[in-house]
């Protein structure tokens, strides 16, 4: 069973406009989240993350939102670039977890010059 | 700084045979990770090792994967013998502390496994 679900396995997008890519949660237990990015034959890269106690984290043009009560949470990337075509992962952590990684299946975004 | 290395990068192997990965972390970080990632899901964790110890294997296939970190730096994973569904990419990765939790975690580019 899916703990971590990424509903939406592709994004098209055209450069300069916004690309909001989509986590959804099942375990009330995750309190902490994360984005990694994914190039093909790379290992993903850490991008942003957020703990439960915020609803929102910014990175540049990266930000992610957290919404506890509906267990979702979304990256916003504004404004898109063709560089930004990749593979989008969310991971969720638990509290007390090790480092024990819970991914999404992905999500890939094209971003169109 | 140099990033995780894996080796080999891909690798073909036939049912039943026996392969191994090897993985050298980032230098200086405690805690060092395998997961298994099949095409089109995430990845999956296989194993977490703090230093030289076993922090988590709860979802190792014991019976056919083992892994072991000696020293506590570098790592091998090894699968003996392989079935078709171990057709994968195996990921390491590794971070500092040793707390494991939200400290970042950093992947190698992965061995890129087919067991035909």
């Known amino acids: 069973d899916q703990q971590v679900k990424q509903n939406s396995p592709s994004l098209s997008v055209q450069e300069g406009r916004i690309s909001i890519l989509n986590c959804d949660y099942t375990n009330s237990m995750f309190d902490y989240f994360l984005w990694y990015k994914k190039y093909p034959a790379e290992g993903p890269t850490f991008l942003i993350s957020?703990?439960?106690?915020?609803d929102k984290n910014e990175d540049g043009r990266f930000t992610v939102f957290l919404n506890k009560s509906a267990k979702h949470l979304s990256l916003h990337i504004v404004p898109s670039q063709p560089g930004d075509s990749a593979v989008y992962f969310c991971a969720a952590l638990y509290g007390g977890s090790q480092g024990n990684l819970i991914f999404g299946k992905g999500t890939k975004l094209s971003v169109k010059p | 700084e140099a990033g995780v290395a894996q080796s080999p990068r891909y690798k073909i192997i036939e049912k039943r045979q026996s392969v191994a990965f090897w993985c050298n972390p980032i230098s200086g970080h405690a805690t060092l990770y395998w997961y298994q990632q099949i095409l089109g899901q995430g990845p999956k964790l296989l194993i977490q090792?703090?230093?030289?110890?076993?922090?988590?294997d709860s979802q190792l296939p014991k019976d056919r994967f083992s892994a072991e970190r000696l020293k506590g730096v570098d790592s091998t994973l090894k699968i003996q013998p392989a079935k078709l569904e171990d057709s994968a990419v195996y990921l390491c990765a590794s971070s500092d502390s040793g707390r494991g939790g939200e400290e970042t975690q950093y992947f190698g580019p992965g061995t890129r496994l087919l067991v035909l």
């Open positions: 957020i703990s439960s106690i915020k």
């Open positions: 090792f703090q230093n030289n110890g076993v922090v988590d």
